[in-house]
């Protein structure tokens, strides 16, 4: 499987970006999808999390009211919403593809600064 994010960049604090998450050669609608995060000196951490047919979303509490997390499946993509983007959250942004019994896949990241 493959996985390919797109849409980070460079933005003010309290802008907002749109992520997108590509996939490939898996087959999409049988995957949880989530989005990580990685910054300098950090740990990898979840930022938000959606099922199978987009029916359940979770984040963690960092993004809560901030970010969204949605699905197409008939495009094989999924999206992380980004809006009132703060310099803590620049980082390099992971998609994540789970199936229970199967390899996680994960893309190859797409970088997110917030300028103060």
């Known amino acids: 499987g493959q996985l390919v994010e797109s849409g980070g960049g460079l933005v003010q604090a309290g802008g907002s970006l749109t992520l997108s998450c590509a996939a490939s050669?898996?087959?999409?609608?049988?995957?949880?999808m989530g989005w990580y995060r990685q910054a300098p000196g950090n740990q990898r951490e979840l930022v938000a999390t959606?099922?199978?047919?987009?029916?359940?979303?979770a984040y963690a509490d960092s993004v809560k009211g901030r970010f969204t997390i949605s699905r197409d499946n008939a495009k094989n993509t999924m999206y992380l919403q980004m809006n009132s983007l703060k310099p803590e959250d620049t980082a390099m942004y992971y998609c994540?593809?789970?199936?229970?019994?199967?390899?996680?896949?994960w893309g190859q990241g797409t970088q997110v600064t917030v300028s103060s």
């Open positions: 994540n593809a789970k199936r229970q019994f199967f390899s996680d896949f």
């Open positions: 050669t898996i087959v999409f609608n049988y995957y949880d």
């Open positions: 959606i099922t199978t047919g987009g029916g359940n979303t």
